[in-house]
T-cell receptor, first 112, second 111 residues
Framework: KAGVTQTPRYLIKTRGQQVTLSCSPI?????VSWYQQTPGQGLQFLFE???????NKGNFPGRFSGRQFSNSRSEMNVSTLELGDSALYLC???????????FGPGTRLTVT | QKEVEQDPGPLSVPEGAIVSLNCTYS??????FMWYRQYSRKGPELLMY????GNKEDGRFTAQVDKSSKYISLFIRDSQPSDSATYLC???????????FGTGTRLTIIP
């Protein structure tokens, strides 16, 4: 079974721009979660989508948003990029119960 | 105070040794406990998943959960250089996909 895939793998953007990241979950998984990983803060939860509905949200500003499509694929958008948004953005999928999550390779975003 | 505390290390041990990695937590609502392994510039890989107190074994890995003490451990037997990575503990509430992670422990196995 194919794992979680994320595109693109690397991105360089300028402050003030916006970016969209994509995630394809494991086949059959209906829940997709997004996390931000930085050296200073570690792994922090952004939000979770299940059956196209945001089911849970972390403590990030409204510039961070996401959505999920009917095929469970998910996108995450960050608007008005700041230097502090430079991070590894990780997507995780699960069947939707019991919290067992599988991560993709991540998208490394650099904001200059 | 963070909900999940994990010693960041770094931890260096000789090949073949038993490695012990630990996390403590303060939120008694956590019901599910996971250990992930993350190699440099890769996504976290799920190693162990438990939801009750006690031990769970998978090959060279043993996960231990003590809910009364709010303490979880991961033991690696017969450690190999390929085990060199950052190990992250993670926890979640019942019915909630949000994972709360420890800071990770960087482990190096010396050949």
């Amino acid at each position: 079974k194919a794992g979680v895939t994320q595109t693109p793998r690397y991105l360089i953007k300028t402050r003030g721009q916006q970016v969209t990241l994509s995630c394809s979950p494991i086949s059959g998984h209906r829940s997709v979660s997004w996390y931000q990983q930085t050296p200073g803060q570690g792994l922090q939860f952004l939000f979770e989508y299940f059956s196209e509905t945001q089911r849970n949200k972390g403590n990030f500003p409204g510039r961070f948003s996401g959505r999920q499509f009917s095929n469970s694929r998910s996108e995450m958008n960050v608007s008005t990029l700041e230097l502090g948004d430079s991070a590894l953005y990780l997507c995780a999928s699960s069947p939707g119960t019991l919290g067992e999550q599988y991560f993709g390779p991540g998208t490394r975003l650099t904001v200059t | 105070q963070k909900e999940v505390e994990q010693d960041p290390g770094p931890l260096s041990v000789p090949e073949g040794a038993i490695v012990s990695l630990n996390c403590t937590y303060s939120n008694s609502a956590f019901q599910y406990f996971m250990w992930y392994r993350q190699y440099s510039r890769k996504g976290p890989e799920l190693l162990m998943y438990t939801y009750s107190s006690g031990n769970k074994e998978d090959g060279r890995f043993t996960a231990q959960v003590d809910k009364s003490s709010k303490y979880i451990s991961l033991f690696i037997r017969d450690s190999q250089p390929s085990d060199s990575a950052t190990y992250l503990c993670a926890m979640s509430n019942f019915g909630n996909e949000k994972l709360t992670f420890g800071t990770g422990t960087r482990l190096t196995i010396i050949p």
